[in-house]
């Protein structure tokens, strides 16, 4: 509601809140402190000095500094009078503030951003605090859709589609079988489309369904005629997204076969997975290779393994698949910072004195998390050698620059260790 957050930016003194249900207090560094963070991920810093009685006079530049155009001109075109006053230097610095924060109030709550907002008073009583977050994953979704965002497809897609993730070349360490990690994966990144991440789930379950349909006919018809299905298994184990369908659906029936213990049955779709599997391996070199090095049962063991969970995907897992990863914090903060731009110019309301600042909130959760492991000041901790184990978590709430920085700080560290011996 902009009503009271209007009384709270031009009151003098306010002791308003959101009314945060979850804030608690803590002891830190000796001061009691209120630890309301709650879920808010943006703060816009309000200037309550901005507030007075003199007249603006550069109004419309002013105006024009804040908004993007798109807003500007369908505000002058909604509220000619406002303008017309504002522009002959008749409106007041109250009033002017009062109009540009009812504006914004309008803009974040609205449709086109979805954002919830809530606010408070600093503690010297100067500024007021806007707090804005995404609080429904729905709308998260609806502004990134809407904008483009890219985001990174989910590995397990790449399963589903028939292909590998890309890695990164093996590094020399890991080619000596000194570094047993694996190849890092780089999936892709796309523009986010919620009808094409829905389009991705529905082709799967389509395939699987046929997928059964031909494992079925398979299975019918092997005994009397198996040189006439052999085929229709080349033709489908050609596809790449169809093949991966086929190869685990065997592997279901296979299974639910061995458990019925029906011998009969788990050895026609036994010789009917040994024949898609022959018919997928002569098109990869590797694989053929490592075929003809194994007995007949190492052979089934091998195969089964490889296109079973948690190698493979299981069917439920293949119809689920999302195409995309989930959003994480940083995407988020990402999202509103971006959309945000699109009507209002923060660099703008910084110049013209509205806002001191527009920041990122802290989680003290998160910040805890990574206090106590990656920045803990123990001597264990201090004195051992420098690994990737927490890059991730560091991206993942700092962003990729710093992730990188410091990613690239254990490696040079690595590196020069011995050299500094």
């Not at 489309?193 to 082709?203: A, I, P, Q, V, Y």
């Not at 050895?267 to 590797?286: M, N, Y």
């Not at 910040?367 to 000041?377: E, R, Y």
Request: glycine share 6%; charged share 25%; hydrophobic share 40%.
């Amino acid at each position: 509601d902009a009503a009271p957050m209007q009384a709270a930016l031009l009151a003098v003194n306010s002791d308003a809140d959101d009314g945060n249900p979850d804030a608690v207090q803590k002891t830190v560094f000796g001061l009691d402190v209120v630890l309301d963070d709650g879920a808010w991920q943006y703060v816009m810093l309000w200037n309550r000095v901005q507030v007075g009685d003199k007249l603006v006079t550069d109004g419309m530049a002013t105006m024009e500094a804040v908004f993007t155009t798109r807003v500007f001109d369908d505000w002058f075109a909604r509220d000619p009078d406002f303008f017309s006053k504002v522009h002959e230097g008749q409106i007041t610095q109250s009033e002017l503030t009062t109009k540009v924060w009812d504006k914004i109030i309008d803009i974040l709550s609205s449709e086109s951003c979805g954002m919830t907002v809530g606010w408070k008073p600093s503690i010297d009583g100067m500024s007021i605090l806007l707090m804005l977050k995404l609080a429904d994953e729905g709308t998260v979704l609806k502004l990134a859709d809407r904008m483009r965002y890219m985001m990174p497809v989910r590995k397990k897609a790449y399963q589903v589609t028939g292909f590998e993730c890309p890695r990164l070349p093996m590094t020399l360490l890991q080619r000596l079988g000194f570094d047993k990690h694996e190849q890092v994966e780089v999936p892709a990144y796309l523009a986010f489309d919620h009808d094409r991440g829905k389009c991705f789930k529905e082709l799967a379950a389509q395939r699987i369904k046929t997928a059964r349909g031909l494992v079925n006919k398979w299975r019918a018809g092997w005994s009397a005629a198996p040189s006439e299905l052999i085929e229709s298994m080349h033709r489908f184990t050609r596809m790449a997204d169809m093949r991966s369908a086929l190869m685990i659906v065997l592997v279901e029936q296979l299974k639910l076969a061995e458990e019925k213990n029906d011998n009969a049955g788990s050895g026609i779709l036994g010789q009917v997975f040994d024949k898609c599997c022959a018919i997928v391996e002569s098109r990869d070199k590797d694989l053929k290779y490592e075929a003809g090095m194994k007995s007949d049962l190492e052979l089934r063991r091998s195969r089964l393994d490889m296109w079973s969970p948690p190698k493979f995907l299981s069917v439920e897992e293949y119809q689920n698949t999302e195409l995309w990863e989930e959003f994480t914090e940083l995407d988020v903060l990402r999202l509103i910072r971006k959309r945000i731009g699109t009507f209002i110019t923060i660099e703008g309301l910084q110049q013209k004195g509205f806002i001191d600042d527009f920041f990122p909130v802290h989680h003290m959760a998160s910040m805890g998390s990574l206090a106590t492991t990656w920045g803990s000041l123990s001597p264990s901790q201090i004195l051992r050698l420098p690994g990737d184990s927490f890059t991730d978590h560091v991206r993942d709430y700092f962003g990729e620059e710093v992730g990188f920085f410091f990613h690239w700080l254990t490696y040079i560290t690595r590196h020069l260790a011995v050299p500094g011996v």
